[in-house]
């Protein structure tokens, strides 16, 4: 079981980027899954979410309105589109598999990702 996590980089405010997560060894089909990030010197944090069926999507009250989460399970694949984007975003950036939708929770969540840095930055 393996989640990969990719897409993160160097980009100014305002900018733009699109981080991916590909799942391996298990279908992403059927569970819930969700970003989260991690600043420097700061707790892991729940960014967004997404039932298995596309049955309702979730974001932090810092992102509303400027990521999007989004899955295609034929691919088994995630993905979280990023606009506008401020120095406050910058964090590492973690894909997770949970056990249940809308949730924050870190215990509910049962794979993770290694990791992708996005750092925002002029």
């Known amino acids: 079981v393996q989640l990969q996590a990719s897409g993160g980089g160097l980009v100014q405010p305002g900018g733009s980027l699109r981080l991916s997560c590909v799942a391996s060894?298990?279908?992403?089909?059927?569970?819930?899954v969700g970003w989260f990030r991690q600043a420097p010197g700061k707790e892991r944090e729940g960014v967004s979410c997404?039932?298995?069926?596309?049955?309702?999507?979730y974001y932090s009250y810092s992102v509303k309105g400027r990521f999007t989460i989004s899955r295609d399970n034929a691919k088994n694949t995630m993905y979280l589109q990023m606009n506008n984007l401020l120095p406050e975003d910058t964090a590492v950036y973690y894909c997770?598999?949970?056990?249940?939708?809308?949730?924050?929770?870190?215990?509910?969540?049962?794979?993770w990702g290694q990791g992708t840095l996005v750092t925002v930055s002029s």
């Open positions: 997404i039932g298995s069926a596309d049955e309702g999507s």
């Open positions: 997770a598999v949970g056990t249940r939708p809308a949730t924050f929770a870190l215990d509910d969540y049962i794979y």
């Open positions: 060894g298990f279908s992403l089909a059927g569970y819930p």
